[in-house]
């Protein structure tokens, strides 16, 4: 079975501040690993994933096998970083997408 | 491509009423997902479609609630009765597959239902 655990409900960090979402999984397979991020009131979009080794506004995820885990870091948080952001997982075969519960960045100046 | 289109934005209605809510994938795009946010659970799937053909109803709460895909390009989320603990936003996604590697979903803004 999949699953996505994101153990915190909220992070509250002062601007400049570094910031790491944490989030673990468990899958049997290989999984393909996603950061979603959703604004106040607005849609989920993709933040990153982890097949594409990216950076996306200062935003880094490394996924570690050993530990199961794909921490969404940055280095100098910003106030427009505030936003709830989810960590999701899909597994081989069809491309259902499980989240994790999420969450609540809170980026203070 | 203007994105995934859901309507209503919002709608409120009374308990016991019917209530459909419409999604328009991208175009192209030959999954699709509905999912229900609230603050207690986070984001939980309710149903998938692929190729027009749902694939996994078990996210669905109970059987007040049914979904369906007649085409492409259009889907329904329908429950009746509503109940005041239906109240949520509820969003639907779509993904292509195939290509190099599975790329994510993309959402639509969501509906905000609540019922009274």
């Known amino acids: 079975a999949q699953r996505v655990t994101q153990p915190e409900k909220l992070l509250s960090v002062f601007k400049g501040a570094p910031v790491e979402l944490k989030c673990n999984y468990s899958?049997?397979?290989?999984?393909?690993l996603f950061w979603y991020v959703q604004y106040s009131r607005q849609r989920l979009q993709l933040l990153l994933r982890?097949?594409s080794r990216e950076s996306i506004k200062g935003f880094t995820a490394d996924l570690n096998k050993g530990e199961t885990s794909f921490h969404l870091k940055k280095p100098f948080a910003q106030e427009e970083d505030s936003a709830m952001y989810y960590c999701?997982?899909?597994?081989?075969?069809?491309?259902?997408?499980?989240f994790g519960t999420g969450t609540r960045l809170l980026v203070s100046p | 491509d203007a994105g995934v289109i859901q309507s209503p934005r919002h709608e409120v209605t009374e308990m016991g009423q019917e209530v459909t809510l419409r999604c328009k994938p991208i175009?192209?795009?030959?999954?699709l997902f509905w999912y229900r946010q609230t603050m207690m659970r986070g984001l939980e799937l309710l149903i998938y479609?692929?190729?027009?053909?749902?694939?996994?109803d078990s996210g669905m709460p109970e059987d007040r609630f049914s979904a369906k895909m007649p085409n492409a390009s259009f889907s329904t989320l329908k429950i009746q009765p509503s109940e005041p603990r239906d109240s949520a936003v509820y969003f639907c996604a779509s993904t292509s597959q195939g290509g190099k590697g599975f790329g994510g979903y993309t959402f639509g803004s969501g509906t905000r239902l609540t019922v009274v």
């Open positions: 479609f692929n190729n027009n053909v749902p694939i996994d």
């Open positions: 982890h097949i």
């Open positions: 999701a997982l899909s597994g081989t075969g069809f491309q259902k997408l499980v």
């Open positions: 175009s192209g795009h030959n999954s």
């Open positions: 899958y049997s397979g290989s999984p393909e």
